[in-house]
């Protein structure tokens, strides 16, 4: 049937057919067809007036129940139902609503915009199930300071996982020594000058002059090689004015073989001419390499990316090691065309006048004269590979594939690995100490340096319902 219709359509028969594979299917529209007239909230509410006693109550008896919930219960009432949010209109309850403006006076824009983006940031990290949102933000100011930290911790209980919020909940207690409700913050000897409480490791917090994780710990370049932030430093402090490599693995080397890269760390000088550059970290690895006849499918690609990360412990970053699957998803089927017949939709949607800068132009499209190479994998290094890329959103480590001939091979990326956040001199003006970057902190591999589990969950979560498993604002 391939062949026949290949004929009708003028094109010779691709001679490695792919093999469907839909597992991995992502669905993004409603089952129910919207017609423009839908009813069913008025009978949802209809059934909800007659099972529900609470809204046959009247509106006084609810207003004496809400005298007696502290403010943390009042909002989380007022969040899950509109029953409780319309009674906040009442003057007992109108304070604890956010008076404001229809347009902001300081950007002259209408409120409203700004209370929806509120919302989008929220998305994920709501307690799973329907729930209600107001129209209205809630008056924090309206709070004594104890009754917001009961709130935040209401909140938090719901959107974090049982470790994690023990982590917080230490943090916010103050367990550090010297550390107090009104001082958040504790003395670096390292890198004279404050942090915040969770740059510490419970093993630094009982000394006299603790250092933060920062100096303490390590990033793992690969399974041999470790990099310190002193070492580091000592890198970027000299100011070479050419780029230059400043470590290769060679273990690594010899795994790789000729056609792969071994893990090495490149300074690069600044381009405005400043004294300090940055480094960069890549290499490439081959994955699997196809034997005679093997046709390449998605299992394959699994299989072999285990075996992989068995076979070179610590080059991926603990976040994908834990959870390969992430490497797998630019070939899913809402995003790429790869291992699959293209279909006369895909060969429209991969024309070069639609071509969209967020979707996949894999699949070696950048030949479109050749529409037999549209749901191929890429065979060539001449297409580029930037497409079959994934970033890793806790420590942003940057993965590509690519392949040449019958060898698949995994990029890996980091940059900016020796930035600072901040810098101290001495009294002459020279540069003595270099603060670690957030960025540094989410690279480092955390079993160099000694914490406690609930303090490992403060930094990363590996459950994917908890809202710390996507955090970027931790070390901040």
């Not at 600072?420 to 540069?431: A, L, R, V």
């Not at 996507?470 to 901040?476: S, V």
Request: some cysteine.
């Amino acid at each position: 049937m391939r062949s026949l219709l290949a004929k009708l359509q003028g094109i010779t028969p691709d001679p490695s057919p792919t093999i469907r594979f839909r597992r991995d299917l992502v669905t993004h529209s409603s089952p129910s067809i919207p017609t423009g007239y839908d009813t069913s909230w008025q009978t949802s509410r209809l059934e909800n007036h007659s099972s529900n006693p609470l809204l046959r109550l009247p509106n006084e008896l609810l207003l004496e129940i809400m005298e007696c919930l502290a403010p943390p219960d009042l909002y989380l009432v007022r969040q899950v139902s509109h029953l409780f949010a319309a009674l906040f209109r009442y003057a007992a309850f109108s304070k604890y609503h956010q008076r404001t403006a229809e347009i902001d006076p300081a950007t002259a824009e209408p409120s409203v915009h700004r209370l929806l983006r509120a919302y989008r940031r929220l998305r994920g990290k709501t307690a799973p199930g329907p729930h209600f949102i107001p129209g209205v933000e809630f008056n924090l100011d309206a709070l004594r300071a104890e009754e917001r930290d009961g709130l935040q911790y209401v909140l938090q209980r719901r959107i974090f996982c049982a470790r994690c919020l023990a982590g917080r909940s230490q943090e916010w207690q103050g367990i550090y020594p010297r550390y107090t409700r009104g001082d958040r913050y504790v003395a670096c000897a390292a890198c004279m000058c404050s942090h915040r409480p969770s740059w510490f490791s419970p093993a630094q917090r009982q000394r006299r002059q603790p250092i933060c994780v920062g100096w303490e710990g390590m990033l793992r370049i690969c399974p041999h090689t470790l990099l310190s932030w002193p070492r580091v430093q000592g890198w970027i402090g000299a100011g070479p004015s050419r780029k230059r490599s400043v470590l290769r693995c060679r273990q690594c080397a010899d795994a790789f073989g000729r056609h792969g890269e071994a893990p090495e760390v490149t300074y690069e000088p600044s381009r405005t001419g400043d004294a300090a550059g940055e480094l960069r970290l890549g290499w490439k690895a081959p994955v699997h390499a196809l034997s005679s006849g093997e046709v390449l499918t998605k299992e394959v690609m699994r299989r072999a990316l285990k075996r992989f990360d068995e076979l070179h412990p610590g080059l991926l970053c603990p976040h994908v090691s834990f959870d390969l699957e992430k490497l797998m998803k630019v070939f899913y089927w809402h995003r790429c065309v790869c291992f699959r017949q293209p279909s006369a939709l895909a060969l429209e949607y991969h024309r070069s006048d639609e071509r969209d800068g967020l979707s996949c132009l894999c699949c070696a499209t950048q030949n479109t004269a050749d529409e037999r190479r549209v749901g191929r994998f890429p065979i060539s290094s001449i297409y580029s590979m930037s497409h079959h890329y994934t970033l890793c959103r806790q420590c942003y480590y940057r993965y590509e594939w690519t392949s040449d001939g019958g060898r698949i091979y995994l990029r890996g990326s980091l940059h900016s690995i020796g930035a600072t956040s901040e810098i101290s001199t001495d009294k002459d003006g020279h540069i003595n100490k270099r603060r670690p970057s957030s960025d540094w902190l989410r690279t480092m591999d955390p079993s160099t340096y000694r914490q406690t589990e609930e303090w490992r969950h403060l930094k990363w979560c590996p459950d994917k319902t908890c809202a710390n498993s996507t955090n970027r604002g931790t070390w901040y």
